[in-house]
């Protein structure tokens, strides 16, 4: 089964980095969409940066520009490079890999644990 690991996460002052990592076991990285992911309390899962096989990117509008979605094929691992941090980017952050279904792509395995980023002064 796949194993997903998230690390990384802080609390942080607004306009500060982070940078958040995706430990993955049971499947490459490389060879397959991957994606991060943020929950808050009441709200649904929002997908946020995926990078396909092909090592395409693609951002939601919230965060374009501010962050950044890379992997590294030979630790197997996805990293979410998070600049300019807003106190609305505050949640728990996570990482799965992706399948398009339609024009849409889904989460493909269980949940790992995530990592919880706050952003506050």
């Known amino acids: 089964q796949v194993q997903l690991v998230e690390s990384g996460g802080n609390s942080v002052q607004p306009g500060g980095s982070l940078r958040l990592s995706c430990a993955v076991r049971g499947i490459s990285v490389g060879s397959n969409a991957m994606g991060w992911y943020r929950q808050t309390p009441g709200k649904q899962r929002e997908l946020l940066a995926r990078i396909t096989s092909g090592g395409i990117t693609v951002y939601a509008d919230s965060v374009r520009g501010r962050f950044t979605i890379t992997r590294d094929n030979t630790k197997n691992t996805v990293y979410l490079q998070m600049n300019s941090l807003k106190p609305e980017d505050t949640a728990v952050y996570y990482c799965?890999?992706?399948?398009?279904?339609?024009?849409?792509?889904?989460?493909?395995?269980?949940w790992g644990q995530g990592t919880q980023v706050t952003v506050s002064s």
């Open positions: 799965n890999g992706l399948n398009k279904r339609g024009n849409l792509w889904y989460p493909d395995h269980s």
